[in-house]
Each structure stands twice: as C-alpha cells, then as structure tokens.
C-alpha cells in the first residue's frame, strides 16, 4: 500500500451545502472517493491509498487536473483505490464533487 497525500488551492469553495458523500466501489480496476465539506474556503486536500505503488508523478497530474477544472475548494477527498485508471479516477472525482454540490450521482 501507498499513502499519497496532495494540498490544493482551489480558485474558488465548492458549491452546494452537503456535509459528505461517497461514490464508486473498490474492486479491481475501481476506486471509491469520499468527500467531506471540512475545509476552510479554498483549501483542498486529496489522500489517497493505492495497492498501485511508485505511480505518483500520475497521480500528481491527475489531482492537479481535477484541482483546475472543478475548483473543489473546501473539500477532503479521500480515495481508496483498487487499481483504476486515470480516466476513471477523473470520472470518480467529478462524481464526488457533483454529489456533494447536490448534482446527483
């Protein structure tokens, strides 16, 4: 297993007013995200815990991607992951932040 920790500041707070949500499964190949509304305005911090050890460089740029095109301000987003792609990784990310701004899943 591999701890990987990312701090951000994001342009802008997140949207809506919902404390928590959680989406995706682990399984291979998948990863769940759970994000929580307990940060101060901008400040944004992804954990990440990953069998896929030695893949940080990766999981920079995806986190820092998702920092610029969400502004997830605010929120902790915790991951745990089972392998997933970057691509699904995205995916899950902007789930999370569509489900605690009150989007839907």
Not at 19 to 43: D, F
Not at 44 to 67: K, P, Q, R, Y
Not at 93 to 100: F, G, K
């Amino acid at each position: 297993m591999e701890r990987l920790t990312y701090r951000h500041i994001a342009r802008e707070p997140a949207q809506g007013s919902a404390l928590s949500a959680l989406v995706g499964v682990v399984a291979s190949g998948n990863l769940e995200v759970l994000v929580e509304r307990i940060l101060p305005g901008s400040a944004c911090e992804i954990e990440i815990e990953t069998t896929a050890a030695g893949f940080g460089d990766v999981w920079s740029a995806v986190v820092a991607d998702f920092v610029e095109r969400r502004s997830p301000g605010g929120l902790r987003l915790s991951i745990n992951d089972g392998g997933a792609r970057p691509d699904m990784v995205s995916l899950r990310l902007a789930q999370a932040v569509r489900a605690i701004e009150g989007s839907g899943q």
